[in-house]
Each structure stands twice: as C-alpha cells, then as structure tokens.
C-alpha cells in the first residue's frame, strides 16, 4: 500500500477566531497564528487544519462565507495568508484549508443574484421549492440549528433550503455549474501551496430534499470522485471528511485509495455515545466505557487494513474533552494525559484541537446572554418554547455547546491570558491563570509534554502508524489494546476512571515507552491501576 505524510503526521486544529489577537482588538487574526508557528513548532506536529478564514458575515463564524477567494477583514489579508502559508511551510507545517461548499452565506454573490429573480442564471445554485399546498414549508425537514430547513422568500415566493442556519442556503451540487466553481476555488487555493482541505458536511452534499434524503445521497461518491480527479487527484493532499453519517463500511468507500475519493473522514460514533437513546446531543447521558471501546475497536478493526482511520476527541463543535470523559478537577493533569495516551496510541492521524495540549477545560455559563453560538442560542429558544426548564436546557449546553471549544486560548497568566490586549470577544475561561501555555512550558511534566513527546514516538516507531491492533479483555473501566508490527509489540493500557482498577497480563515486559505516572514496575501480573493511569510498554 502506498504511504503517504499524512499517515504519518499529528494534526492541529486552529478555530482562528479564539487563537491569537496580533492588534488588540479581541478577535484572533493570522498574524496572531503566525507569531505561534514556533510554539507549534516546538510541539511537532505537521500540519494546521485552519477553520474557516474566508470573508464571512459571520452568521455561523466563518462557516458561512461570502467570498471564497478573500480572507475575513478581521483575520487580515491575503498577504498575510500567504506569509501564513510560507512560514508554515517553512517550518514543514502544512497548511490544511476549511473547505465549506455544502452551502455559502446569503450575502455571498451568487446568493445574492438567485434571490432576486427566478430566471436568474445563479437560480438553480441553490435549492428552491413552492410551498405545500396549504401554503407552508415544501415538507418537514429540520435545520441542524433548530427549526424548518426552509425558509420563505418573500421577493420570488419560493421557499430554499438551509440545513444550516436561514444566512446559510444550501448549494445544488446536481448543478454542474456550481460543481465547476467549487473545483476552480478549490485550485485558487491548491496553487498557492496548501497542504489540503478538510470538508465540511461533505456527506450532505448528494442530498435529495424533495425525497427527504439528507446524509449519503445517490450522487455524494461521483461528486467525490469527480473532485478528487479535477482538484486535488494528483497532488498528495490530506483530505478528510467530516461525515455525521460515516459507518465503518461507508469510510472505506471515501478512503480506499483505488476508490479516488478522500484521505480519511471524521466518523461521529463514538461522539454520540453520551446521548440518550433517541435523543439529540443536549439529551444528556453518561459515558459508558465499554461501549466506547466497542466503538472504537471496531473501527480499529474495520479500517485496519482498508482505508484509513482518523482520530479525534475533539473540535470547535464538540465540548473539552477533559471535561466530557476525564476529571477537570482533581484528576484534570491524569485523566488529559490518559486520554492523549488512548487516542495517539491507536491506529490513523490524530488530530488536536487548540488548547488540548494543555488541558483546558468546558466553560460554564448561568444565562444565554453568555452564549456566542447560533446552534446553542437556537436550541435554548426553541426547547424554552416546548416548556423545558431553563436550568436543565443551561445544564445541556454547559455539557454540549460548542462555545465550551470557543473561549479563547490562555497563553499566559497577564491580563486575558496574553490572548489580546483589547476586549475578548468572548470571555475566557476564569481558571486560565492556572491553566496556560506559559505555565506549560515551565513544567516539566505537564499535559504539553505528553504530547510532544507522543508526536516524538510516532516520528521514530512505524509501528505507531502501521502497526495493527488488538483490544485486550479487561474489566468495563479500563481500556487496553496491542500494537504490532513486524514481531515487534506494544502493550497499552488505560483506567477510564477515577477508581483503582485491577489489570493483569502474562506478557514479559521489555521497557517503558510512556506512561502518565512515576510508578517504576517490572511485572504487569495483578496491577492496580491507579485513577486514570496509562502506560504503553514494549512486551515480548
Ligand atoms: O458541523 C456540522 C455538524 O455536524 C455540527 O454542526 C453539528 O450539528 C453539531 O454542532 C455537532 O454536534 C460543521 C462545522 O464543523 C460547524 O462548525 C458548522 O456550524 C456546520 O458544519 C455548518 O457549516
Ligand atoms: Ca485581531
């Protein structure tokens, strides 16, 4: 099988907007990313999946763009852009573009021209229907941010389709046209030296609304492949998914390298395990260990040899890890360690997200008025309307929302963290002053060295890229697996709580490859793991 760099890099996730201020006026920019490039570089890790950083109104923070080919005035200009792109690179960091063509802004032009009249040649780049017969919506498919997909148009008397929020109208990829400016932006930025695209909702893009079908339509592979030949086929690109619907078997229809398609996607299975059955992300429910592991085995399993896995805990979307599944109080150094040991220790390219590195943690709020997000903001109206109580509907996005991702990254202990000298457009977390890069840095045993030198290993052992694995039998709470490689192998072993855990295995143990506790051990016969301990060994 072909091997490609982005088997064997870590990514990093920059929602620019919460990075870093270069001019104080609280809102993250370029130039705040490019004076960081050294950090990340002292990290390792080899490329940046940039958020969105097109011009935006910015509806939905940047996921609803205007112009594809103009970077958002308050992250700068083209010119920084590219000096983005040429100190990145000159650091052997790519740069990984946020690539959002499910659908565009309504201020974006061609949006803008379709609106005003139903003869006009940008018409058919969106999705129109006429209203039922009694008047209302064409049917009852729902937008991801609360409330009909549709929305009436008074000027032409059609309703269009927004999956989204009403200031993002979905794109008809049926139409050839728009299929043709997408793969010409997307060579607009391949020409200027970027590292790939992560895809945003890709999988919605072969929808057929008028038969209600949304993720996984007909026509999503052929356009996948007709992208893949027409833009990105014959560069090496990094190219991943994000496909809310992805199974095992469908991810090895985007990234089976005969296929033509895609890299890899980012599969949602195991982010809706701590959901009620039935429920939405904000019908909260605990954890369950052991379905973790099943979920994650399998696609260990599935992929293993067909396609390719990519591995994530979290993104601007989801809330900190640290919070959802560890212990962000006493056990916040363990458990951030712990997980970090889980996930890169598995087969496919592990991605962190901006402030992992160093365990920050969810922000709570007491009123929405302390919310940012579109999704939550909606969400907390619509179940306000249905009669739920306002504690409870706080009590989910506290858990869920994703302006917990949001807050701004803490550098430092100064004023606002370091991140700007002007006013953050959204509050940091309160326990910045103990939870910071600087004070990271300092420590040597902090979360950040956990993952430099997780990267480190991956960079030295090819048996962390191309190893197979093999979950261990062990009780619900802890989690273990093999790596192997050419005879070589690799023991990992996890407690996934806060409560002493036994593990027991025969193998002979060679040496310590990491671990997250100081304990000096030679046997692995009846251990018991302290709360949230790790350790990957070498065994015979
Ligand atoms: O996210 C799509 C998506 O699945 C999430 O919005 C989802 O609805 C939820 O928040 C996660 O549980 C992508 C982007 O990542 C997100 O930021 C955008 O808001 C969305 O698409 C629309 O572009
Ligand atoms: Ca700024």
Redesign the pocket.
């Known amino acids: 099988m072909v091997q490609h760099w982005w088997q064997e890099i870590v990514v990093y996730q920059i929602y620019p907007r919460s990075f870093n201020d270069s001019n104080g006026d609280g809102i993250g920019d370029l130039q705040g990313i490019i004076e960081k490039l050294d950090y990340l570089k002292e990290l390792g890790i080899g490329a940046i999946w940039l958020s969105p950083v097109y011009q935006s109104p910015n509806d939905?923070n940047g996921?609803d763009i205007s112009n594809y080919e103009a970077i958002m005035d308050e992250f700068g200009s083209m010119d920084d852009m590219e000096e983005l792109l040429a100190q990145a690179n000159q650091r052997g960091i790519k740069i990984i573009m946020d690539l959002?063509v499910?659908?565009t802004s309504d201020e974006h032009a061609w949006f803008i021209e379709a609106r005003k009249d139903k003869n006009s040649p940008y018409r058919d780049y969106y999705i129109w229907a006429n209203p039922a017969a009694d008047g209302t919506t064409p049917n009852d498919l729902t937008s991801?941010f609360s409330g009909s997909a549709w929305k009436f148009d008074e000027e032409t008397g059609q309703y269009y389709l927004h999956f989204?929020s009403k200031k993002?109208p979905d794109l008809n990829w049926e139409n050839e046209k728009v299929r043709e400016e997408v793969y010409n932006m997307m060579n607009f930025w391949i020409d200027k030296g970027i590292g790939g695209f992560r895809m945003?909702?890709i999988d919605l893009i072969g929808k057929v609304p008028q038969e209600k079908i949304s993720t996984n339509g007909p026509k999503l592979h052929d356009y996948l492949q007709e992208m893949n030949q027409k833009t990105f086929g014959e560069h090496d690109l990094l190219t991943v998914g994000?496909t809310?619907a992805a199974t095992p078997e469908n991810a090895k229809l985007y990234s089976k390298p005969e296929r033509k398609e895609l890299s890899m996607v980012f599969q949602f299975q195991h982010?809706n395990l701590d959901i009620q059955a039935n429920g939405e992300?904000w019908d909260l429910a605990p954890l369950d260990v052991a379905k973790l592991k099943e979920v994650l085995a399998k696609w260990q399993k599935e992929l293993g040899d067909e396609g390719w896995n990519s591995l994530y805990w979290n993104?601007?979307?989801?809330p900190r890890i640290v919070s959802r599944w560890g212990d962000d109080d006493q056990y916040r150094v363990q458990s951030a360690k712990m997980l970090a040991i889980l996930l890169h220790m598995m087969k496919g390219t592990p991605y962190i997200y901006q402030g992992e590195e160093i365990g920050m943690t969810n922000t709570p709020i007491s009123d929405i008025s302390e919310a940012a997000d579109i999704?939550s903001i909606n969400m907390y109206h619509e179940r306000l309307a249905k009669g739920y109580d306002k504690k409870d509907i706080l009590a989910s996005i506290n858990a869920k929302g994703?302006d917990n991702a949001r807050r701004p990254m803490a550098w430092d202990s100064s004023t606002n963290a370091g991140f700007t000298s002007g006013k953050p457009w959204l509050a940091l977390n309160d326990n910045y002053k103990d939870i910071n890069v600087e004070l990271a840095l300092k420590g040597p045993n902090s979360i950040f060295y956990t993952y430099q030198k997780l990267i480190q290993l991956r960079k030295e052992n090819p048996i962390m890229i191309w190893g197979s694995f093999q979950l261990v039998d062990t009780v619900d709470e802890v989690f273990s697996y093999y790596r192997k490689y050419k005879g070589q192998r690799w023991l990992v072993v996890t407690n996934f709580s806060s409560e002493v855990q036994p593990f027991s295995s025969e193998d002979e143990m060679k040496k310590v490859i990491i671990q997250n506790t100081v304990d000096e051990f030679t046997t692995l016969e009846n251990i018991n793991l302290q709360p949230w301990q790790a350790f990957v060994v070498e065994v015979e």
């Not at 993104?315 to 989801?318: I, P, R, T, V």
């Open positions: 939905d996921y959002v499910n659908h991801f989204f993002q945003d909702v994000e809310m982010m992300k993104n601007h979307d989801q999704e994703r």
